[in-house]
């Protein structure tokens, strides 16, 4: 079982920053891909970006490309997401989740209890 804990969401003005943090407890995530997802109303759930705990690969959605960046801390068993430059559309309930298969149709062996994402124009 990983136990997956998220903050730092809150409300930012466009243009502003936040870092989101997921500490993971329960097992070590050199098995996994963590990512981040996330979900707006009426809207689906797109995962935006993910990074491999072994060997560092990187994804990102093209909407966040250039302004958000994931990062890993493996003393701590923390992943980040860096999010510069907010849009309004960026607006969301985030979720951490870790999966053995990168996430394939969308799933993921589990999940965090998610952090909202607020962006004032």
């Known amino acids: 079982q990983v136990q997956l804990v998220e903050s730092g969401g809150g409300l930012v003005q466009a243009g502003g920053s936040l870092r989101l943090s997921c500490a993971a407890s329960?097992?070590?995530?050199?098995?996994?891909?963590m990512g981040w997802f996330r979900q707006a109303p009426g809207k689906e759930r797109e995962l935006v970006a993910a990074?491999?705990?072994?060997?560092?690969?990187?994804y990102y959605a093209a909407s966040v490309k250039s302004r958000f960046t994931i990062s890993r801390d493996n003393a701590k068993n923390t992943g980040y997401l860096q999010m510069n430059n907010l849009k309004p559309e960026d607006g969301a309930v985030y979720y951490c989740?870790?999966?053995?298969?990168?996430?394939?149709?969308?799933?993921?062996?589990?999940w965090g209890q998610g952090t909202q994402v607020t962006v004032s124009s």
């Open positions: 329960g097992r070590t995530l050199t098995s996994y891909t």
């Open positions: 989740a870790v999966d053995s298969s990168r996430f394939a149709g969308g799933k993921a062996d589990y």
């Open positions: 990074i491999n705990w072994s060997s560092d690969a990187r």
